[in-house]
């Protein structure tokens, strides 16, 4: 959905006039986004919010959200640097209305692709659009793969055109799991759906079309 492109605009134009943050340890979130403010934290806070009502808290290792009534919103928590690791998610997510969805989301550079990992859709498609390419086995559930280009869309390399690269689960997990990143560049990979170098990776609730609901996760990854 667009509030992930807008939402990586910002990081593009704020990153830049930070220091580098605390070391921290390896499996700590980098950098959480919120709808109300933007923030220092270890990296940065982030805001994205279009109408309704949606009550962010960040902890530590993860977030809670609840929302009523939103036209398109995102918060959630990552890591500045996405990779292959394995990220693992516990908590839930209820949906009320509208369309709701928690996937693990990134960018790459040269090339230049936003990618999603959607472990939960209200809807059961998501983001997922374009052209379907296949399915996998990964972490006990089936994936398809799709993939969608954007054209003269905003970006973190500005507005351009870009791949997205979709992994949506079928057996859906609002309750969290494990996610191992490696299969699904590696699935993609075999797909003929190539990446560039990491950026960064987010767990993150995502929201549009009046949704109401809630989600709580901690979040770790190895």
């Not at 805001?47 to 809670?64: C, E, I, L, Q, W």
């Not at 949906?95 to 209200?122: A, C, D, F, H, K």
């Not at 996610?179 to 990979?189: G, I, K, Q, S, Y």
């Amino acid at each position: 959905m667009v509030a992930f492109t807008y939402l990586a605009v910002a990081a593009a134009a704020i990153s830049g006039a930070f220091a580098a943050p605390t070391a921290e340890p390896a499996d700590a979130p980098d950098f959480e986004f919120g709808p109300h403010n933007l923030a220092r934290r270890q990296d940065y806070n982030q805001n994205y919010k279009t109408g309704g009502n949606v009550n962010f808290s960040p902890t530590s290792n993860g977030y809670s959200v609840s929302f009523s009534g939103a036209g398109d919103f995102v918060v959630g928590k990552g890591w500045k640097k996405g990779s292959d690791r394995n990220l693992t998610f516990t908590g839930s997510t209820t949906q009320t209305s509208g369309t709701v969805l928690v996937s693990i989301y990134g960018w790459t550079r040269n090339p230049l692709v936003e990618y999603y990992v959607q472990e939960y859709t209200s809807n059961g498609k998501g983001s997922a659009q374009g052209q379907k390419l296949g399915t996998f086995e990964s972490d006990g559930g089936t994936y398809e793969i799709w993939k969608h280009q954007q054209i003269n869309q905003p970006s973190i390399a500005g507005t351009t055109n870009f791949w997205q690269y979709i992994s949506n689960r079928v057996d859906k997990r609002p309750n969290g799991g494990t996610v191992t990143m490696a299969n699904h560049f590696a699935a993609w990979d075999k797909a003929g759906l190539k990446l560039g170098a990491h950026d960064y990776q987010v767990l993150a609730t995502e929201g549009w079309g009046n949704a109401g609901g809630n989600s709580k996760y901690t979040i770790s990854a190895a």
